[in-house]
Every structure is written in C-alpha cells, then in structure tokens.
C-alpha cells in the first residue's frame, strides 16, 4: 500500500481538516464524491460513528479507501445512477471537496446529488477561486494560462469558478447556501508565508487572496 500511496499526487490525497471541522454532530450517513484513497471518509468514521461511503473513479485511489470505508462505489459520478445505489434522501451530509471543478457539467451532478440528500441535509463543497491575483497576473503580464499539477490552475480542471459563479452553480441545483467560508494564499502553491494571508485580507483586495470557498449548503 505504501508503494501505491508514492504514486499518487499528494494534493489528492492529503487530509481535509479544513472540510472536518464542518460536518454536523449528529451526522449519520456521509458520502464523499471523490474520496480519494478515504482519509477524509476514516476521520468522519473515528470522530463521528459515521456510515461513509465514497464515490471514485481513479481504481487505485479505490483500492486503498476499501480499507477506510464502509462502502465504496468505483466510477464516475457523471455517469452514476445514483438511484440504482441510494434511496431517495440516504445521506445526512454529501462532501465534494475540490471535485465539481473537474466535472464537465457540475451543475447537473449537483443537481443530481439533491434527491439523494435528506431534507435537514447539508452539502459541504470546496472550490478554488479562479479570481486569485495569480491567475491576473499571469494572464495580464505573460499571456499565458498557469497550468499546473494542483491548485487553482490543476491542468485536469475543466471547470473554473469565481465566488458569482459559485453561487449560480447552487442556485441552479436548488440548493440554499447557508454560509461561505474562505481559505486564503498569498503564494498559490503551498508555502510558510500563507499562514499570515488572513491579515492582508483587506475588503478591496480580499477576493484576489481568496484560493479556495469553502460552502454549506441545504435545500
């Protein structure tokens, strides 16, 4: 397994601290779509007695969340009868951390998503924010799109949000959001100095510092 976890892109499966501190205290049923290899998923089972069951579609990621789940489905969520698997309204919380950007329509998914969501239920999403300074930089000094192997600029998203975007995905999938959160970067990729990007958040800058929105959501 050590072998298997040295091959993976390490910002797909690192944990999700950021995405724990939300779920509900008295959460019964989670699904995680796009578990990874279920380091999130195991965290929810050992804090709160949870059922999870992930959804992935990268095998090998899906062979080592067997062994931190209850349950997982192989395969794309585009593609997925949910209904085939799920009674209507199963889940307590679904989690889609850093995912809907990767999806060719995120807003069906999404919207796919709510008929298995209980009514008191809660989405929890992260997407990046396209909208970082670093993005406008590029663009407006080199002419040229940053792709790279994680972050805002990941080379496999094919979905790309600004907080206005965000907020017409949910409204289009009928859901309500219940709060936005922000995580900040001064420097995109991981790096020390982020730890103080709070204090330089200022109201006419703050969007371009944003790296990533974290949203809760009901119906």
Request: aromatic content about 12%.
């Amino acid at each position: 397994m050590v072998s298997e976890m040295n091959s993976l892109n390490p910002s797909y499966i690192d944990a999700r601290n950021d995405i724990l501190k939300y779920i509900p205290k008295q959460v019964g049923k989670v699904l995680d779509v796009g578990c990874s290899i279920g380091v999130l998923g195991k965290k929810i089972k050992e804090n709160y007695a949870a059922e999870v069951t992930g959804i992935e579609m990268n095998e090998e990621m899906a062979r080592i969340a067997k062994e931190n789940l209850d349950r997982i489905i192989i395969g794309d969520v585009e593609q997925i009868c949910l209904s085939e698997y799920f009674s209507s309204e199963y889940f307590d919380c679904i989690i889609l951390a850093d995912i809907l950007e990767h999806l060719r329509n995120p807003w069906t998914v999404l919207n796919r998503l709510t008929s298995i969501l209980s009514e008191k239920g809660l989405v929890i999403s992260s997407i990046p924010n396209v909208r970082h300074y670093t993005t406008i930089l590029q663009l407006t000094f080199k002419g040229y799109w940053p792709y790279r192997d994680r972050g805002i600029h990941d080379r496999t998203h094919l979905r790309f949000f600004a907080l206005r975007n965000i907020k017409e995905l949910f409204d289009y999938s009928g859901l309500k959001i219940k709060k936005i959160d922000e995580n900040y970067r001064l420097i995109e990729r991981q790096h020390p100095y982020n730890r103080f990007s709070k204090y330089f958040a200022f109201p006419p800058i703050r969007a371009f510092l944003v790296f990533q929105y974290i949203i809760l959501a009901a119906k």
